[in-house]
């Protein structure tokens, strides 16, 4: 920032002060802080429709650098006449100091993750199918507790594909993937995927061949009277974390090295590159991704694979320990909602003759999710 002393023009007024590049002002803190002009013409209440809340000033069209001709407090708020203009803008002072110190805007759905262990079963967040679409307030809580534990159950579903549609369009809209908007686990005659065997399923989260793997994954129980078949679920963050802990060079190279996942078939070839261990833009566990039977051959340098090696099968190992995991049955009439980009699930193997079992799944984006909390909290630019 220029020395506002050598550069400020004759425009003081108050406790404002005009600079070359933007304007100094104290703020109701008592804070002296500094704006630079084009930041302040381009969030000028006016800058913004306010029926579609989308910007309508385009700051590309500007002639000349935006310059305030003069700048005052006036009622609590910043008031500046734009040179060469005849344009006023006012800002809250309030709302200045949202943003005085170049934070991150506040978003409610940023939350704090609660890592969770084998014995969260009990402890899980669990809301009726009925109760979600009649109450708006109930969607805000169970959203709040896919954001902060990553999974949730829902009860009392109707035997019905549309129910669990109705569900997922409490959150957004149904995401579709290379299988399609739906899937059906149960036993095929010809599967192309081992969760549409009677085989145990080994620990995953869903589709890593994918650019960007979906964000949440629903799961409706429709019939399950089978022998065995125990759903498995762990929390990757809960994981991770204690890797980090543990060992911190093995969690490095999970964090910052992608590794290939493939998933082909006769009419598809899905191919992406992805990090075992996901970080957010607070460097926190956000999640993981693992999937065996969908990894493809590493493709790193062999030295490399000497030290990676090691720290994915620790990983891996750690995934197994009795410690992380909920082992339960999932029973007709329940909706099982986890975030895949950190709740990593399987299944143990079970008696396909032995009665039926069927789950209807699909996905929903992480985005969606978190942008339908924020509507239901009440957040927003021009709330």
């Keep these: 920032m220029p ?63 935006p310059r305030p001709q003069s700048a005052q407090i006036e009622n609590e708020a910043l008031e500046i006449a734009w040179a060469g203009e005849g344009h006023i803008s006012r800002y809250p002072l309030v709302w200045l100091a949202r943003y005085a110190d170049g934070k991150r805007r506040d978003d409610p759905a940023d939350l704090p993750r609660k890592a969770w262990y084998a014995d969260h079963y009990t402890a899980m967040a669990r809301f009726g199918h009925a109760d979600l679409i009649a109450d708006k307030s109930a969607v805000a809580q169970w959203l709040r507790a896919l954001i902060v534990a990553g999974v949730a159950i829902v009860d009392d579903m109707p035997d019905s594909d549309a129910g669990l549609t109705d569900l997922v ?132 340098p062999q030295r490399m694979l000497d030290d ?24 007709a009439g329940e909706c099982i909602v986890f975030d895949n980009h950190r709740v990593v699930h399987g299944r143990a193997a079970y008696s396909a003759t032995s009665g039926d079992r069927y789950l209807r799944g699909c996905y929903a984006d992480r985005g969606e999710m978190r942008s339908t909390f924020r509507a239901l909290m009440g957040e927003g630019r021009f709330k």
């Design 308 to 331: 990676y090696y090691p720290a994915f099968r620790r990983f891996g190992r750690m995934l197994q320990d009795e410690k992380y995991g909920m082992r339960f049955r999932l029973n």
């Design 3 to 65: 020395d506002p002393v050598s550069t400020m023009s004759e425009n003081v007024t108050g406790n404002v002060l005009v600079t070359e590049t933007g304007v100094e002002l104290t703020l109701p803190d008592g804070r002296m802080a500094y704006f630079n002009a084009c930041w302040l013409r381009d969030n000028c209440a006016t800058s913004f429709d306010r029926e579609t809340r989308e910007r309508t000033f385009d700051i590309f069209h500007l002639d000349e650098e």
């Design 169 to 300: 369009r409490l959150m957004g809209h149904v995401r579709p993937t290379f299988f399609g908007e739906y899937f059906d686990v149960r036993t095929h005659i010809a599967p192309t995927n081992l969760a549409y065997t009677a085989n145990a399923l080994e620990l995953h989260t869903d589709t890593p061949a994918e650019d960007m793997a979906p964000g949440v994954q629903f799961l409706h129980c429709r019939a399950n009277t089978v022998a065995g078949g125990e759903s498995l679920f762990l929390d990757g963050v809960a994981v991770a974390n204690d890797l980090r802990e543990q060992h911190p060079a093995d969690f490095r190279l999970l964090s910052e090295t992608a590794i290939p996942f493939y998933c082909e078939h006769d009419t598809y070839d899905m191919r992406a590159r992805q990090r075992v261990i996901e970080l957010d833009a607070h460097g926190e566990v956000s999640g993981v991704t693992i999937s065996q039977h969908m990894a493809d051959v590493f493709d790193l």
